[in-house]
């Protein structure tokens, strides 16, 4: 016996174990994922009337939220819309939310 003959069936059997498992892994992966997440993947409360976990993460997040709002003033819209007059923008902000 040649050691070809010997690899061949053995690399055979070792792929079609490996295509049986990746294929079981794909549908049953995606499966417990999601049933994990879904236990902790809302607002809420647990069963015992404590707040669940994402509900003191939304809390009392270990960031600070904040939201800048820029507002731009056209200070010559009568003659850009009647002469068509290149506009004068001046910008105002920014406006920070805390």
């Known amino acids: ?9 053995g690399l055979l059997v070792l792929a079609a174990l490996f295509g049986i498992v990746g294929l079981a892994l794909f549908f049953i992966v ?3 994922v999601l049933k994990e997440v879904g236990k902790e ?11 669940n976990i994402v509900m003191e ?5 270990k960031y ?7 507002a731009y003033n ?15 923008v001046t910008e105002k902000g920014p406006y ?3």
């Open 74 to 88: 056209v200070e010559n819209a009568e003659r850009v819309v009647a002469l068509g007059e290149k506009p004068r």
């Open 64 to 70: 600070t939220i904040l939201m800048e709002v820029w």
């Open 41 to 51: 993947d809302h607002l809420g409360r647990n069963p015992d009337g404590s707040l």
């Open 1 to 9: 016996m040649n050691l070809k003959s010997i690899l061949k069936p």
């Open 96 to 98: 920070v939310f805390v």
């Open 57 to 61: 993460k939304f809390r009392a997040p």
């Open 30 to 32: 995606p499966y417990l």
